[in-house]
């Protein structure tokens, strides 16, 4: 009964996200369609972070409250995984051709940047407790870098976008209504995923998981059900490049999300408490990228089955890789 009634109220919160992050991708459209800043830089941007929101909440929750580090590095670099397995989900049912043709330079441009910053993380991870570089009282080194990174990623993104638009833009619309509705949408991201870290914990010692595990899978699943729902209803609007730019520019956001609750993680830098299954996570990553990146530089012509490219199945089988080696572990 115990174990039914913490799935069930896992199960309600993960309804909630969602339902949220559709909203979210509705009022963002209208948001760029409004102020002509383009769905590429409105996604990598806005919903990126919004969506990105209940894996910060999680993971600040995680090491300031619940005092467990490796929930909190299981949930950023388990979504990260998750979102590129998106990619899969968007070829699924994208059926006027192969995704990844809809796809524009500005998405590679997010891909590389993203494989930066994660590749980052993955080294500060291999050289966890070497002393090679001395943390920042209690932040590591890498948490003083990545910030930085980010803010060149978004300067390059927004110069590389803005140059495109060659042709002078509509008279701007009043967007006071839609960023209400995509405000309070965001309200209900928050406040759901506050919960998600203590749910997490409920559902690690009644299923007696290690923390590494529940954090990378199933705290990863609930965190990413915002991107879902903005991917999936943002293919059904025909804003294929709107739900591209969410899914490469939230795991951009999520590695700045280490650095942030490396920060409230007092105790020691966070990564230096970290579980060593998790460089698995970030070379899975790490892997799952360069695939992603290689099918928007060559999108494929051909589908298996007519239902999705060969690049797609790799995205998904790495996934599953993932899951099960740090299952095994």
């Not at 803005?162 to 991201?189: C, W």
Request: overall charge neutral; glycine content about 6%.
């Amino acid at each position: 009964m115990v174990m039914f009634f913490v799935w069930f109220k896992f199960f309600i919160v993960s309804i909630i996200i969602g339902v949220a992050g559709y909203h979210l991708s509705v009022q963002a459209d209208q948001i760029a369609t409004k102020t002509g800043l383009g769905r590429n830089l409105v996604g990598i941007i806005l919903l990126a972070t919004v969506t990105s929101m209940p894996e910060l909440i999680t993971g600040v929750s995680s090491v300031a409250i619940v005092g467990n580090p490796n929930l909190a590095i299981g949930d950023v670099l388990g979504s990260c995984v998750f979102n590129l397995t998106l990619v899969f989900l968007l070829d699924l049912i994208y059926r006027e051709g192969s995704i990844y043709s809809k796809s524009t330079q500005g998405h590679v441009l997010t891909a590389a940047l993203g494989m930066i910053m994660i590749g980052v993380v993955g080294f500060a991870l291999s050289l966890k407790g070497q002393s090679i570089m001395p943390p920042l009282y209690h932040v590591g080194a890498s948490s003083v870098l990545i910030p930085f990174l980010y803010f060149m990623a978004m300067k390059m993104s927004y110069s590389f976008e803005t140059n495109l638009k060659d042709t002078p833009s509509e008279k701007k619309k009043s967007i006071k209504t839609n960023v209400l509705k995509f405000s309070i949408s965001a309200l209900v991201i928050l406040a759901a995923g506050s919960s998600l870290p203590f749910l997490g914990e409920e559902i690690m010692d009644t299923m007696n998981w290690e923390s590494a595990f529940v954090g990378t899978i199933f705290m990863a699943f609930a965190t990413s059900l915002p991107e879902i729902a903005v991917t999936v209803s943002a293919v059904k609007m025909k804003a294929v490049e709107m739900a591209f730019s969410n899914v490469l520019g939230s795991n951009l956001f999520n590695i700045i999300i280490l650095a942030i609750d490396d920060v409230a993680y007092i105790k020691a830098p966070l990564l230096d408490d970290a579980d060593p299954d998790h460089v698995i996570t970030v070379f899975t990553a790490l892997l799952m990228t360069a695939v992603v990146t290689i099918a928007l530089i060559f999108p494929p012509q051909k589908r298996i089955l007519n239902s999705t490219s060969y690049f797609s199945i790799i995205v998904l089988l790495l996934f599953v890789l993932n899951v099960y080696v740090i299952y095994r572990n």
